[in-house]
């Protein structure tokens, strides 16, 4: 099975700043589809961005961006000007085949 | 917007007992997944399914069943409630096999077995 690894089970960030996120994961498979999730406190899980792994150009949502090294199957995520709202568990996923696999999470603190 | 929504936010239990977590989402999505949620361990996929009356194993799908009757119904059964089930269970959907599309999940049951 594949696995994904989120090294960092917690991280903080000054309100304004930068913050990165760090995600790996282990694949044989060519085609397949990497996400980055945010859980708030006690809310529902949404979707942050996605990365189709055929796309060499690394996808941006906004504040949101992630940087993809396909040959270090390394799928990071950067959140800039940090805000409030951005605290949350934050879940990168790895999607191939028919399955989904989720990292163990990384909960980010905003301090303001 | 898609919407899953799980029956129950919060739930007790009492050991042994037979209990039902239901799930129902409104796209008219094909796939449909059980995780259970732990501190430390992640999202942990329990049961899958790609059509009605389909299911496929999980990585952990010791102690529970699955029932899907209907395409919008997906309904995770624990047979005999251990307190090592004690756990948040999160449900979630996503359109047809091979799209590659993101799953949307339901608000979460937290269920506590005494």
């Known amino acids: 099975a594949q696995t994904v690894t989120q090294s960092q089970p917690e991280m903080s960030v000054q309100e304004a700043e930068t913050v990165t996120l760090s995600c790996t994961y282990d694949?044989?498979?060519?085609?397949?589809?990497l996400f980055w999730y945010k859980q708030p406190p006690s809310r529902q899980m949404i979707l942050v961005i996605r990365q189709e792994a055929y796309k060499q150009q690394n996808a941006t949502e906004n504040r949101f961006s992630v940087n993809f090294q396909k040959a270090a199957k390394s799928f990071s995520l950067k959140i800039s000007d940090s805000q409030l709202g951005d605290a949350a568990m934050y879940f990168c996923a790895y999607h191939g085949g028919n399955q989904f696999y989720f990292g163990t999470g990384t909960s980010l603190t905003v301090i303001p | 917007d898609v919407k899953v929504t799980q029956s129950s936010r919060y739930l007790v239990k009492r050991t042994g007992e037979k209990v039902f977590l239901e799930c129902v989402q409104d796209m008219d999505h094909e796939n449909m997944f059980w995780y259970r949620q732990d501190p430390g361990l992640g999202l942990r996929l329990i049961y899958f399914s790609y059509d009605v009356k389909m299911k496929e194993k999980g990585d952990i799908p010791e102690g529970y069943s699955v029932s899907r009757e209907k395409k919008e119904r997906f309904s995770l059964i624990l047979e005999s409630a251990s307190t090592n089930q004690t756990s948040m269970y999160l449900c979630a959907s996503s359109p047809s096999q091979g799209a590659h599309q993101p799953q949307h999940f339901g608000d979460g049951t937290r269920l506590s077995i005494l």
């Open positions: 694949t044989s498979e060519s085609d397949y589809y």
